[in-house]
Each structure stands twice: as C-alpha cells, then as structure tokens.
C-alpha cells in the first residue's frame, strides 16, 4: 500500500464504512498529511489533507454517521477535516501535541 514519500505514524478505523485515516511523519509542511483510505480499494487515497505544518500525532474519527476526522500534531493545531478532506474547524495550543483521545 503507497502511503506517499512519509511513513504513517497514527491511524483509526471507521468501520461503518469499511475506511481508516493515516497521519504521516512530515516537517515544514512537507509530508505532515493526514490521509483518509477505503479498505475495499487500497492503493490510492480518497483524500489526502495537508493543513498540518510538522507530523500529526494522532487522527481519530468523531462522527458515527459520517467519517469525520479529528488530528493532533507537533505543530501545535488540532483540524477537524470534513469527509471530503476540507477543515471544518482548526485550533492552536502553546504546546504541540503527543497524543489523543475521544468519547463517544
């Protein structure tokens, strides 16, 4: 499975629709992309997002009806991307991020 020129470092399944979400090692906006895939058909990706500066850390699912994706990365930004691989919504905090977690 191609995964671009970065190796994927995060993933999470959304397994409603049989798809998952890869963040990638990246620095300087090069490679730091969070990657929406289909299971029934590897290989190329349904989106690629390039909104984060340096890796992100962490991609997680929120929505149960629709693959919407939180992602979490050292350069300090949280997006929340769209399920056509737009930002809905994007925030800072004065410390980059290792990890994340949801409820349900």
């Given at each position: ?97 290792a990890c994340m977690e949801t409820l349900?």
């Amino acid at each position: 499975m191609k995964v671009g020129t970065n190796f994927a470092t995060t993933c999470d399944l959304f397994s409603q629709n049989d798809l998952f979400a890869t963040g990638h090692r990246g620095f300087n906006s090069s490679g730091s992309d969070v990657m929406l895939w289909s299971l029934k058909k590897l290989g190329e990706p349904i989106f690629t997002f390039t909104g984060h500066e340096f890796t992100p850390e962490t991609v997680r699912f929120l929505n149960h009806s629709k693959p919407i994706i939180a992602s979490a990365a050292k350069d300090s930004a949280i997006h929340i991307i769209s399920d056509s691989g737009s930002s809905i919504a994007s925030a800072t905090h004065e410390n980059g991020f290792a990890c994340m977690e949801t409820l349900s």
